[in-house]
């Protein structure tokens, strides 16, 4: 534990709480969010000195716990210290603590440090969700106050032995923190969506390339679309043979129309630009219009030599498609949105919920500048390295405000397509976690946005535009279901 966390409090008449940090270490040793080096230690410190100021009420005895192994041996100190409930912070995304310490049975404040645990979170939570688990109440905000008012739920049901009720509690305090939906009439935006019949043609006219290993080959189809396997290294082979001038050339104009380029050296611009033009030629070798890559595997193992983020980039403000992390649902969803909507570049995030704005934000480090397709007006973005890590070179988008957008999950299994809308908003400059933030108001219930994640995973597809009646129309032309997910 870092020297400067509060010390254990003496037991007396307060209520007694102990904060659990879920994270990797006090000081994050590599990649993964917020980012690699982000110091925990000044966070944790600020958060006990709030809960101290704004609840006098109560004890708040903090340590950290990096997995289950660690969270279990809290639990068997804590059964002679006089522990009355839990706040468990995801600080990392996936450090399951939360868990083992529900199974005390007492009552849990389930927090959300906000792009950095947020996927964790959002998973973890939808599973006590669907269990319906009383004991544990959730947090998703970036207002203090709104923690405060849980751990206020917290000394109630500790005081009246009603830990059975203890999740409806927070919940109907969340409720009460959480504004009012606001303005949600959107600028004019004369969408002209495909017919289902052509999308579907499309469609099954595409490719996807998948890359994330050394083989080849045809894989299974995913939603209709052709997938094809493509090495690592026929796509580093590439890389090597793009036209040096040509490189050049595309990393003069991104440094030309950036509105900044920040701790990116220009040789990384133009290995990106290689990266590129190698990625246009593999998916021209292989008649395909979509390509995703397991980019960081790909380049930490040694496999690629360049991020492909800025590729990615360029290729979805050319109607093609580049995404993120080999994730085929995600590119097929991608893919569906550009073929409906005649071009326009289909997002992949990780999103974040803030009630406290009463926002989902959506969260990564590729995004195209040209959200209403290649003939459409081009909007600011800069020039980063890639968040997680601090290497290689990203994009911030910074996206038009005042739109209505669209985002979509395809299931294949399920054979359902998830589905939800929101008011573009505010484009957030955290510099924590991935560098294009998108904030949307949702259209519909903020609340029912936290239940699907465990049955969905994390990645959702967004696109600017009301896709609503051509999605509808798409799945039942197939056959399948549209799940609204607000």
């Not at 969700?129 to 500790?158: M, Y």
């Not at 911030?396 to 209505?404: A, D, E, K, N, T």
């Not at 985002?407 to 908003?425: M, N, R, S, Y």
């Amino acid at each position: 534990m870092p020297k400067n966390l509060l010390p254990a409090a003496e037991k007396g008449s307060k209520t007694r709480i102990r904060i659990v940090y879920s994270l990797h270490a006090a000081q994050q040793p590599g990649p993964d969010w917020p980012n690699k080096g982000f110091d925990f230690a000044p966070v944790m410190n600020r958060i006990n000195s709030e809960l101290t100021k704004r609840c006098p009420g109560c004890e708040f005895v903090p340590s950290l716990a990096t997995g289950p192994e660690q969270a279990e041996k809290i639990l068997a100190e804590d059964k002679n210290a006089g522990i009355d409930g839990y706040i468990v912070y995801q600080m990392n995304c996936w450090n399951q603590v939360v868990q083992k310490i529900a199974t005390a049975g007492k009552p849990v404040i389930y927090a959300d440090f906000q792009y950095g645990g947020s996927g964790g979170f959002l998973t973890y939570t939808a599973g006590f969700l669907r269990k319906k688990t009383p004991h544990v109440g959730f947090v998703s905000s970036s207002n203090i106050e709104d923690l405060a008012q849980a751990v206020n739920c917290l000394e109630q049901s500790v005081k009246t032995e009603a830990a059975g009720n203890f999740s409806t509690l927070v919940a109907r305090s969340r409720g009460r923190q959480t504004p009012l939906p606001g303005d949600l009439s959107c600028n004019p935006d004369p969408l002209k969506p495909l017919g289902t019949a052509d999308c579907l043609g499309h469609l099954k006219e595409s490719k996807i390339l998948a890359v994330r290993g050394t083989e080849s080959g045809s894989a299974p189809p995913m939603f209709g679309i052709p997938v094809e396997n493509v090495s690592f290294a026929e796509v580093n082979e590439a890389w090597k043979n793009a036209d040096k001038d040509e490189s050049r050339a595309v990393a003069d104009r991104w440094q030309k129309n950036a509105t900044e380029v920040l701790g990116v050296s220009r040789e990384t611009l133009e290995t990106s630009a290689a990266m590129y033009l190698g990625m246009k030629a593999v998916l021209k070798k292989h008649n395909a219009n979509a390509i995703t890559m397991n980019c960081l595997g790909g380049f930490y193992g040694g496999h690629i030599h360049a991020y492909p983020c800025l590729g990615f980039h360029e290729l979805n403000n050319e109607a093609l498609v580049g995404a993120c992390e080999c994730d085929v649902r995600s590119t097929a969803s991608m893919l569906m949105v550009t073929t409906l909507t005649q071009g326009r570049p289909g997002y992949i995030s990780d999103p974040v919920i803030d009630t406290a704005k009463r926002q989902i934000i959506y969260a990564h480090c590729v995004a195209s500048n040209k959200v209403f397709g290649p003939k459409g007006p081009a909007n600011p973005f800069t020039i980063m390295t890639h968040s997680e890590d601090r290497q290689g070179a990203s994009v911030r988008s910074i996206m038009p405000l005042g739109y209505l957008t669209t985002t979509v999950e395809i299931h294949p299994d399920k054979k359902e397509i998830l589905f939800h809308q929101g008011k573009a908003v505010a484009n957030d400059p955290d510099d924590r976690a991935c560098r294009t933030k998108l904030a949307a108001e949702p259209v519909g219930d903020i609340e029912k946005l936290f239940s699907m994640w465990d049955q969905w995973g994390w990645h959702r597809v967004t696109c600017y535009g009301d896709l609503k009646e051509p999605v509808f129309a798409l799945a039942e032309a197939m056959g399948w279901k549209v799940v609204q997910e607000a």
